[in-house]
């Protein structure tokens, strides 16, 4: 009887932490196909006639796809520069024991975004590369880079000295060992590290709205269209949130696997 108590508590338990976590998404989803009069209703509305109208509004007036090029080709970069600069530097970090400049990146991480805002912001005036990817790839790399440093250092303190050590017997330099031995054994911290910083470029909405103009806007502001000073379209809102929040869904769902063990694995010896 204990036993099956328990079992009736954990699960019980799970089913309520997965509602807590489930119940905005699909409130966030119903809503995207309800009207303006019946997502303000109250009590709220569970029948109700579903429309695609806000998904219209969202992929046909608010010029979407440009949004998402633009998404996708500063998250990209960003994290391609992030990960040429940190798998170097997390290597550095777990091998010689680089305290301090772990340190500094993860300062660099705490710190709020704002605080680099005005600096960028003069910074890339003056250079003239305001509304260009370069700003944003720039800015967006201050997010990912501490991200891909610190899974990364995590995980590669998990990798046994004695394959460096034997590899340098045998007259491989450090740099074929990383390259060809370390990189290799390092793929699930990579896909976590290459997951997480996606993510959060993916969502990252001070610096676009500040450094990006009509040319180079990302999704994040397709939700701010969508607010004015008078009215709220929350369908509008709803319809543009799942939109933006489906790419970094799915990317999540297809390397689950691997971002549990990323994780999990550099948790283990630190």
Same mark, same amino acid.
């Given at each position: 009887m204990k036993k099956v108590g328990f079992k009736i508590l954990f699960y019980g338990a799970v089913v309520l932490l997965a509602a807590i976590v489930l119940m905005p998404?699909?409130? !966030?989803?119903?809503?995207?196909l309800k009207t303006q009069v019946d997502i303000v209703?109250?009590?709220?509305?569970?029948v109700f006639s579903p429309t695609t109208q806000n998904y219209y509004k969202v992929f046909a007036?608010?010029?979407?796809?440009?949004?998402?090029? %633009?998404? @996708?080709i500063v998250a990209v970069f960003a994290v391609?520069? *992030?990960? +040429?600069?940190?798998? =170097? $530097?997390?290597? &550095?970090?777990?091998?010689? *024991?680089?305290?301090?400049l772990a340190l500094t990146i993860l300062l660099a991480r705490l710190m709020p975004g704002i605080s680099?805002? !005005? =600096?960028?912001?003069?910074?890339?005036?003056? +250079?003239? +590369? !305001?509304?260009?990817?370069?700003?944003?790839?720039? &800015?967006h790399v201050l997010i990912a880079l501490p991200i891909v440093v610190w899974i990364m250092s995590s995980y590669f303190e998990t990798i046994p000295m004695e394959l460096e050590e034997s590899a340098m017997v045998d007259g491989a330099s450090r740099n074929y060992i990383f390259l060809r031995i370390i990189l290799p054994l *390092?793929? =699930?911290?990579?896909? @976590?590290?290459?997951?997480?910083?996606?993510?959060?470029?993916? %969502?990252n909405f001070l610096f676009s709205q500040v450094l990006s !103009?009509?040319?180079?806007?990302?999704?994040?502001?397709?939700?701010?269209?969508?607010?004015?000073? $008078?009215?709220?379209?929350?369908g509008g809102v709803m319809a543009a949130s799942v939109a933006i929040m489906a790419p970094a869904l799915v990317l999540t769902m297809i390397f689950q696997r691997y971002v549990v063990s990323g994780l999990t694995m550099g948790a283990v010896k630190g």
């Open positions: 998404f699909l409130w !966030m989803l119903i809503s995207s209703a109250w009590p709220p509305k569970f007036e608010q010029d979407f796809i440009r949004y998402f090029f %633009n998404s @996708t391609g520069v *992030s990960l +040429l600069l940190g798998l =170097p $530097a997390a290597y &550095s970090i777990a091998r010689f *024991s680089q305290r301090r680099f805002l !005005m =600096p960028w912001y003069i910074i890339f005036s003056r +250079l003239g +590369l !305001m509304d260009t990817y370069v700003a944003l790839v720039l &800015s *390092s793929g =699930p911290g990579i896909i @976590t590290a290459t997951t997480l910083a996606f993510i959060f470029s993916w %969502n !103009m009509e040319k180079t806007r990302t999704l994040p502001i397709a939700v701010f269209n969508f607010l004015s000073y $008078a009215d709220i379209d929350w």
